[in-house]
């Protein structure tokens, strides 16, 4: 089963539709994107399988522009964290071109990673590590390269780019955190503030009436609430925290499109039931769902 079905499977579409009131515009199938992978696909500058992820990462940035571009708010179940690249640009070109070329999108990063690495600073070759390099220019492609098609109307400045929940976060990572002055939240900001304190300050760096892509990888929850995930990391957010995050990021209204990633019910059989319902929490909570 593909990881997004088990969240669909638990009746999260349902519930957007009927608890929350949302007009849902789903096709009912899972995109895998099979037809469009290359058969032959060497490392490029030392990334894994770049053709393909290039490939699916431009027709998933294609589609979500497609909905953006009509006002809607797009929702993507992922899939590891690379498909960010197609989301994010997707949802970045839609809002330039609604709201004016000068207008800037925000985006939230939940993460226990920071997704940093620029091809030529990652030990794996991994892309699912270097989605934020290229979304906001610090790796680039050439044009006719796996990236080249990535422009300025795909990518967002750092300066509206804000983590959340960081714990996992690479030499070379944290050189470019400090370098570029990105504003960044680990757990050891959440411990000290609390996540209130946090999410004031996140917001307060994003600035008021700025459209707001959120992005959430489940491995930035401590592997209590969601173990059946790829890369698990101890010491992390609880549930509660993490669905905070999203009800804060919902009530600014400005919230335009979210991402849910790396909910793997495949890797971890006994909590995959967990880790689906703490993802569909997550969601219910930016999208408007509350305690009372």
Not at 50 to 56: I, M
Not at 98 to 111: F, K, N, Q, S, T
Not at 168 to 193: W, Y
Request: net charge negative; proline share 5%.
């Amino acid at each position: 089963m593909p990881p997004p079905l088990a969240l669909i499977e638990s009746g999260l579409v349902d519930q957007l539709r009927n608890d929350l009131a949302y007009n849902i515009h789903y096709d009912n199938q899972v995109h895998e994107y099979t037809d469009i992978i290359p058969s032959s696909d060497p490392p490029h500058r030392g990334m894994k399988k770049p053709r393909a992820v290039s490939a699916v990462t431009e027709a998933l940035s294609a589609q979500v522009y497609a909905h953006a571009r009509e006002g809607r708010f797009v929702l993507t179940l992922g899939g590891d964290h690379s498909i960010a690249i197609g989301t994010i640009s997707g949802t970045a070109r839609a809002v330039r071109e609604r709201l004016g070329p000068g207008r800037e999108m925000a985006v939230i990063w939940v993460d226990a990673h920071a997704d940093l690495n620029t091809p030529e600073t990652s030990e794996s070759g991994n892309i699912h590590g270097m989605p934020v390099a290229f979304l906001t220019g610090l790796a680039r492609d050439e044009v006719g390269k796996p990236f080249g098609w990535l422009t300025d109307e795909h990518r967002v400045s750092v300066n509206k780019l804000v983590y959340i929940g960081l714990r996992d976060v690479d030499r070379g990572e944290k050189r470019m955190l400090r370098e570029h002055g990105i504003r960044a939240f680990s757990m050891h900001d959440v411990d000290r503030h609390g996540i209130g304190g946090v999410m004031e300050m996140a917001l307060g760096w994003i600035g008021r009436d700025t459209p707001i892509h959120l992005s959430f990888d489940i491995d930035a929850l401590d592997p209590m609430w969601a173990p059946s995930t790829g890369t698990a990391v101890r010491g992390g957010l609880t549930l509660r925290e993490g669905d905070f995050i999203a009800e804060c990021v919902h009530a600014t209204g400005c919230l335009v499109a979210l991402d849910l990633v790396e909910v793997n019910p495949r890797l971890e059989e006994q909590g995959a039931a967990e880790t689906v319902r703490a993802g569909v929490s997550i969601v219910r909570c930016a999208l408007g769902d509350t305690l009372l």
